[in-house]
C-alpha cells in the first residue's frame, strides 16, 4: 500500500485565495483526520472523520475552514479565504478501524505559505 | 499547564548513549502514542500502549497509568535516531492530545 497520500506537497498562495488540501486514506481505513502544526502550538486536531461522518470538528479555527470526505477514499480541506496566520503544515492520517485504541498512519504533509 | 507536558525540550546525546524521553499527562486516557517526526517532516507512529511495555528494536516505551508518566527508551542511540519525538494521548473519543515534541541530536 502507498499509505496516506497528500497533495499537494507544498502550496504557496496569497492572502484572500482559495485553497484545497487533499487526502487520500489507506484502503480500508475507515477513520481519517485532518491535524495542523505550527511552531507556536504543534500539532493540534482540526477535525476527524468515521466512515465518512464528521465526528468531532471541535478544532477548526474558523468558517473559514471546511472539510469534506464525499468518500471512503478521498477527504478535502479547504480554507476560503486564506490568512497568513493558516500558514502550518497540515497532516491527514488514517486509522483501520473506529476502535479508539489503534495507531494511526500519517500522511507526509501539506506545507502551506500564504503570503 | 498543557495536559501533556514533555522533558526535556531538547536532548542532545553522543553515539551510543540511552536516551530517556520523558511524558506526563493531567487527564484520563484511552491510550497514549509515541511519534517520530524527522526533519523531512514527515511522522510515523511508534508505540501505542495503555500499559505496561512495549519494545521494537532499541527502543522501548513504558507507561505508568497510576502515575500518569510515560517514557520512550533509546539503547545504543545512532546519529539516526535525531528527530522529534510526540507524546500524544488518545481521551474522548478518538482525539489526540500532543505534547510539544522532544528534539533529539545524537552525535556521531
Known amino acids: 500500500d502507498a499509505g496516506v497520500i497528500q497533495s499537494p506537497r507544498h502550496e504557496v498562495t496569497e492572502m484572500g485565495q482559495e485553497v484545497t488540501l487533499r487526502c487520500k486514506p489507506i484502503?480500508?481505513?475507515?477513520?481519517l483526520f485532518w491535524y495542523r502544526q505550527t511552531m507556536m502550538r504543534g500539532l493540534e486536531l482540526l477535525i476527524y472523520f468515521n466512515n465518512n461522518v464528521p465526528i468531532d470538528d471541535s478544532g477548526m479555527p474558523e468558517d473559514r475552514f471546511s472539510a469534506k470526505m464525499p468518500n471512503a477514499s478521498f477527504s478535502t480541506l479547504k480554507i476560503q479565504p486564506s490568512e497568513p496566520r493558516d500558514s502550518a503544515v497540515y497532516f491527514c492520517?488514517?486509522?483501520?478501524?473506529?476502535?479508539?485504541?489503534?495507531?494511526?498512519?500519517f500522511g507526509p504533509g501539506t506545507r502551506l505559505t500564504v503570503l | 499547564k498543557n495536559e501533556v507536558e514533555q522533558s526535556p525540550q531538547n536532548l542532545t546525546a553522543q553515539e551510543g548513549e540511552f536516551i530517556t524521553i520523558n511524558c506526563s499527562y493531567s487527564v484520563g486516557i484511552s491510550a497514549l502514542h509515541w511519534l517520530q517526526q524527522h526533519p523531512g517532516g514527515g511522522i510515523v507512529s511508534l508505540f501505542m500502549l495503555s500499559s505496561g511495555k512495549k519494545k521494537h528494536g532499541r527502543l522501548i516505551a513504558t507507561i505508568n497509568i497510576q502515575e500518569k508518566h510515560s517514557s520512550l527508551h533509546i539503547t545504543a542511540s545512532h546519529p539516526r535516531d535525531s528527530a522529534v519525538y510526540i507524546c500524544a494521548v488518545g481521551t474522548s473519543g478518538s482525539r489526540l492530545t500532543f505534547g510539544e515534541g522532544t528534539q533529539l541530536t545524537v552525535n556521531p
Open positions: 484502503s480500508g481505513h475507515n477513520s
Open positions: 492520517a488514517s486509522r483501520p478501524t473506529s476502535g479508539r485504541d489503534n495507531e494511526q498512519f
